[in-house]
């Protein structure tokens, strides 16, 4: 049993096929094939249960392939605690962010973190919150930056800011008439809301005080998959839209017939934080992503 072994065991795991996992081992499929081969021989046991059709990984599989993955993260450890004593910062570094904060805070960070940290390689993926905390568990992923806490969940947690929604509604919208827009006003407007599964949405319901999704009316069978989707039919007169506060930089919101303005009412917020696993390694990327972050930030949100 080689760490060579153990990768390609995890590549098999994760997808599931033969030839996908040899090529993402750069290796020729029956080379892989028959490594598994022989680790499960050296085992004595099955760990994958194949067919023409599908692979699937037996129980025994799992528990070795929860072994597996810690091995592996503890060799790259290895690696990275020697190139530490040159640079903490150094190396690849694989982020998860929700899909409502991504394309926004990107954007505003990369360039600077080049700049202060050139040996750090940021390799980024944009996934739903319960996607990332899975991914985030199994290894695939070093830390996730989420908008979602819950006391169960097992993973340090950075803080890095509060950031306040911002209304989002058409010209000919009654609000543009108004001063102030009261809790009472928001809770009988018509808002538009991210398919479920977007942490997003379940915040907006909050905001709004809805305990669940309008069943009737034209807003019931509107299941909107990003922002820039909400947006669209906020600026054609379907409705009114909360968009978190980052979101409005840069020019991707202007020329869109939209008005938006920030609410100035209780809870109508969230906190983005910074997870990672207790045991990785590398805490001082981390640290040093967290700095860079704040640092990157507009006065439309709070940094934490």
């Not at 830390?143 to 950075?158: G, K, R, W």
């Not at 928001?186 to 997003?200: P, V």
């Not at 020329?255 to 609410?263: A, C, F, K, Y």
Request: aromatic residues 6%.
């Amino acid at each position: 049993m080689n760490l060579r072994d153990l990768k390609y065991l995890i590549a098999l795991a994760d997808t599931r096929h033969f030839g996908k996992a040899a090529q993402r081992c750069f290796v020729s499929q029956p080379t892989l094939s028959g490594q598994i081969k022989k680790l499960e021989q050296e085992l004595g046991i099955s760990i994958f249960e194949r067919s023409h059709r599908s692979v699937e990984i037996t129980d025994a599989g799992k528990g070795v392939l929860s072994h597996a993955r810690n091995i592996v993260e503890q060799a790259d450890a290895i690696q990275q605690l020697a190139l530490s004593f040159r640079d903490p910062t150094a190396g690849a570094l694989r982020i998860g962010a929700i899909p409502t904060i991504s394309p926004y805070l990107m954007p505003l960070i990369l360039k600077p973190l080049q700049q202060k940290y050139p040996q750090m390689k940021l390799i980024i993926s944009e996934e739903q919150t319960d996607t990332l905390l899975q991914r985030l568990k199994n290894h695939e992923i070093d830390a996730a930056i989420l908008a979602t806490l819950h006391p169960e969940m097992d993973f340090n947690v950075l803080p890095l800011y509060r950031e306040p929604f911002w209304l989002a509604y058409p010209p000919a919208h009654p609000f543009y008439n108004l001063d102030e827009i009261s809790q009472q006003d928001l809770d009988n407007s018509e808002l538009l809301l991210l398919a479920e599964g977007h942490c997003l949405a379940q915040q907006a319901m909050q905001a709004c005080h809805m305990s669940e999704r309008p069943e009737r009316g034209e807003m019931a069978n509107l299941r909107a998959s990003s922002l820039e989707t909400l947006l669209q039919l906020v600026a054609v007169g379907y409705g009114t839209t909360l968009i978190p506060a980052l979101s409005l930089t840069g020019s991707w919101i202007s020329g869109r017939g939209v008005v938006t303005r920030e609410l100035h009412l209780p809870n109508t917020w969230r906190q983005v934080s910074l997870l990672y696993r207790p045991s990785f390694p590398r805490a001082p990327a981390l640290d040093a992503l967290q700095q860079v972050i704040k640092a990157s930030l507009p006065n439309t949100v709070e940094k934490l």
